[in-house]
């Protein structure tokens, strides 16, 4: 018998939205090159890779290029998939030992709740090439251990945004969030994520972008629970609930696609 995969879309409520994560459930560990390999097959966002460990299940995430050190759609993807294939029962928290800790999901109201680690970004000057690359003079730029946060003036503008990825590529950094406080009240700040760095050109929805969106947004607009909309052309909602160092994500998910692959 082959592997199975199930490829979920993350952070919606409906098929060919939110953003695609495939995920592998495994008996046992395989090695790097192999999920790799996968991952590039596969050649979306993130491929998931699950195998039981101690009280609960190792995860890792890989792009078509690289392993990355956290990942929310892969991971609220992998949570779906324990419950679904009855691998966890309904009312079990899933545990996941990744390389940024051990992280937690849980249903609720039918949505998935995790547990992140917040990731809070620091002003500091818009780096050489960024505002030529994006097209745009930002109101603020911020930078965690991942990525930089660029503010905009408008949702209007994270919108219409057509940055340069190939000058992106010449800025140090794993991924670009750029970010406006809504103008509607359906949710409270949009986002889009760009990644090329990591062979993401524009992520879809991206959960770990939130962790830091969660605390730079809370101290703007006053509150620990907020809505977020990344506005890609496939769009998603993401809640978040920031928790002193830690950040609450919840979304929805839904299977598109089960195969068993012969490798």
Known sequence: MGQRIVQVDAFTDRPFAGNPAAVCVLAEPRDERWMQLVAREMNLSETAFL????????????????????????????????????????????????????????????????????????????PPGLNEALGVTPRLVAKNQFDYLVELESEEEVRALQPDLTRLLTIPARGFIVTSRASGQEYDFVSRVFAPAVGVNEDPVTGSAHCTLAPFWSSRLGSPALTGYQASARGGLVRVRLAGERVFLSGQAVTVLRAECSF
């Open 51 to 126: 195998f039981p460990e101690g009280d609960g299940y190792r995860l890792r995430w890989f792009t078509p290029t690289v392993e990355v050190d956290l990942c929310g759609h892969a991971t609220l993807a992998s949570a779906h998939v324990l419950w679904e294939e009855e691998l966890l029962r309904p009312d079990e928290t899933a545990r996941f030992y990744t390389r940024s800790g051990l992280l937690s999901a849980r249903r609720l109201d039918g949505w998935i709740e995790m547990n992140f680690p917040a990731t809070p970004a620091t002003a500091v000057p818009p």
